[in-house]
T-cell receptor
Framework: GAVVSQHPSRVICKSGTSVKIECRSL??????MFWYRQFPKKSLMLMAT?????????EQGVEKDKFLINHASLTLSTLTVTSAHPEDSSFYIC??????????????FGPGTRLTVL | AQSVAQPEDQVNVAEGNPLTVKCTYS??????LFWYVQYPNRGLQFLLK??????LVKGSYGFEAEFNKSQTSFHLKKPSALVSDSALYFC????????????FGQGTELSVKP
C-alpha cells in the first residue's frame, strides 16, 4: 500500500516550453501533496504544499507563476514548469500524505522526475 | 527555529560491520522524527519513524533508530551492514503547525564495501 507514482519519470524539453509533471497516490487518498526539488546529492528543497481543492502554499523564494501547482483531486496533483530554462533542470519529487490519521503518518514519496531543459 | 542536522556527509562501513548514521534535531515541543533512504534516481523510501513510546524504533530492512531526548538525537543504526544498504539517507522532523511539512537534514551518503 501507500504507493505514489510520478509521470513522466524523465523529460527533456527545449528552453521556453512548459512541462507538466503528474503525481498520483495510487491506493490512498491524499489530502496534502508536497513538491520538492533536489539537486545532485543534495537534500530536498520543499517548493510548495498542495491541498486538495485549494491553492498551493509556496515556500519563500519559489515563483508561483513559474511553478504552477494544481491539486484537482484527492489522488492527483500536477506541477507545471512554465517557460522552462536550463536552470530549472533538476530532479522533482512529490510526496503525499494520507487523509487517514493525519497526525502521525509519514509522507509517501514518488519516484521522482528528472527534468532536463536544453 | 526548527532544524535537522546530519553531521556526516559520508559514512563508510565494511560489509558485516555495524553502521550508524547520525542525526540531531532542534524543535520546540515533542518531535515527530523520520528516516528515509534514497537510491540513485529514485524517490525517498520510508524507513522508520518516532512519534511517541519506546525510544528504540525498528524499521524496514533491519534498520532501527534510537530517540534520545536529552541529546536531541535520532541516530539510525543497523547491526550488520549490507552492500545493498549503500544509498543516501535523510533524517527529517515534522514541522509544528505547518500542515505536515517535513524539515530534512542535508543527507548522508552511506557506502558499504564488501
Amino acid at each position: 500500500g501507500a504507493v505514489v507514482s510520478q509521470h513522466p519519470s524523465r523529460v527533456i524539453c527545449k528552453s521556453g516550453t512548459s512541462v507538466k509533471i503528474e503525481c498520483r497516490s495510487l491506493d490512498f487518498q491524499a489530502t496534502t501533496m508536497f513538491w520538492y526539488r533536489q539537486f545532485p546529492k543534495k537534500s530536498l528543497m520543499l517548493m510548495a504544499t498542495s491541498n486538495e481543492g485549494s491553492k498551493a502554499t509556496y515556500e519563500q523564494g519559489v515563483e508561483k507563476d513559474k511553478f504552477l501547482i494544481n491539486h484537482a483531486s484527492l489522488t492527483l496533483s500536477t506541477l507545471t514548469v512554465t517557460s522552462a530554462h536550463p536552470e530549472d533542470s533538476s530532479f522533482y519529487i512529490c510526496s503525499a500524505r494520507s487523509r487517514v490519521n493525519t497526525s502521525y503518518n509519514e509522507q509517501f514519496f514518488g519516484p521522482g522526475t528528472r527534468l532536463t531543459v536544453l | 527555529a526548527q532544524s535537522v542536522a546530519q553531521p556526516e556527509d559520508q559514512v563508510n562501513v565494511a560489509e558485516g560491520n555495524p553502521l550508524t548514521v547520525k542525526c540531531t534535531y532542534s524543535v520546540s515541543g515533542n518531535p515527530y522524527l523520520f528516516w528515509y533512504v534514497q537510491y540513485p534516481n529514485r524517490g525517498l523510501q520510508f524507513l522508520l519513524k518516532y512519534i511517541t513510546g519506546d525510544n528504540l524504533v525498528k524499521g524496514s530492512y533491519g534498520f532501527e533508530a534510537e530517540f534520545n531526548k536529552s541529546q536531541t538525537s535520532f541516530h539510525l543504526k543497523k547491526p550488520s551492514a549490507l552492500v545493498s544498504d549503500s544509498a543516501l539517507y535523510f533524517c527529517a522532523v515534522r514541522a509544528l503547525n505547518q500542515g505536515g511539512k517535513l524539515i530534512f537534514g542535508q543527507g548522508t551518503e552511506l557506502s558499504v564495501k564488501p
